[in-house]
């Protein structure tokens, strides 16, 4: 399946269409409003990116009819420069306010009496004690996020196309004492460069870059980076991880490499690593449960004695951000639709030799994965010239 990539912001049309499978969910649960404050569904509906500070941005969704965002005042033009969906306005002056001009009073306006009103589950304990009648945690924007438009696909082929293209650079120019900073300044500049070239109008607060790597005496701690000056090393396993939300899409990509010489100790555990993820892709089709697919490849891991090394799912959601649900995880029991995107990402991790994990970013289709990026795959493939 060829999927035409996009770089442009999405049309009314297609915000519109959002703004109604949502409405038609509340409909259906009978809530008269829904309140949503993560910064990522306010994108998703409005195509409005924002850091929030102590200023709150609300977005309020009636049943019928139009959004309705509660802004800062000084946000205003911001909103009206980026935003695309039809929206009404409702701004405050400042927080701290004075009492009867605070947010939380525009905010109360909105609302009729002996409403029922859903929230999605983050929402700050201050707006939640706000929110007038009955209230109702249900997470509709995250859940309708989960199955991708045909804009939607388009976007995150973009987004995978330059991270496939940068991360296979890099691997071409990787080197023993190459640096963290090296290579994540490289990427960056190339996918920066790049996106301002398809798009001048670029969102900045939209987009946001991880390129950064793992030598094998840190590879087996998967989180830290908390050394900018690791270098990398002779023999591995290193891990690299392009994980990256473009002007509002996101893409990831991550691969186990050798330099020079794969060490006798890690040649097992790489192949135990790609089975985990054959097993994934295999599993990774339209009916299946999610929590199948990592109980699947777990299973695997526990039978060739790596139990103890599993330190997370087997993948994750991929949309307005790099890192969301639907999960490949025990215990999230829901079925596999076509249209949701996920990382397969199967890992094992051993103190004293090192990680093993690729990542990919795929694309639900009618009959199973389709890759949104690509890069080698086998230890030969991996193994890089010193």
Known sequence: MNIEPIFYPPSKDELKNRLVRLQSIMEKNGLDYYVAFSPDNILYLTNFATNVHERPFILVVPQKGKLQFVVPQLEMPHVRTRAVADLELISYFEFPAPKGQAWSDRFKELFTSNCKVGVESICPLQIYTEIPGERLLIDIIDDIRMIKSDYEKGRLAYSCN??????????????????????????????????????PELNPVATKMIAVFQPPSISFDPHNFTNINMQMEEGGPHISIINAVMNGYGAEVERTFFLGQVPEKAKKPFEI??????????????????????????????????????????????????HEAPFFAEGYEYPIQEGMSFTIEPGI??????????????????????????????????????
């Open 162 to 199: 330059l991270a496939t293209h940068e991360h296979n650079m890099f691997l071409e120019s990787a080197h023993v004492d190459m640096t963290l900073t090296q290579m994540n300044s490289k990427v960056r500049e190339f996918i920066f460069r790049q996106l301002l070239l398809d798009d």
């Open 349 to 386: 991790y051993i103190e004293g030799i090192g990680g093993f994990r690729h990542s990919d970013t795929i694309l639900i289709g009618k009959d199973g994965p389709i890759m949104l990026t690509d890069g080698p795959i086998t230890m030969d493939e991996l193994t890089l010239p010193i």
């Open 273 to 322: 690593m790609l089975e985990g993820r054959r097993i994934a892709f295999e599993m990774a089709k339209p009916g299946n449960l999610m929590s199948d697919v990592d109980q699947k490849v777990n299973d695997y891991f526990r039978k060739v004695g790596m139990g103890e090394n599993l330190l997370h799912r087997t993948g994750h959601g991929m949309g307005v951000t790099s």
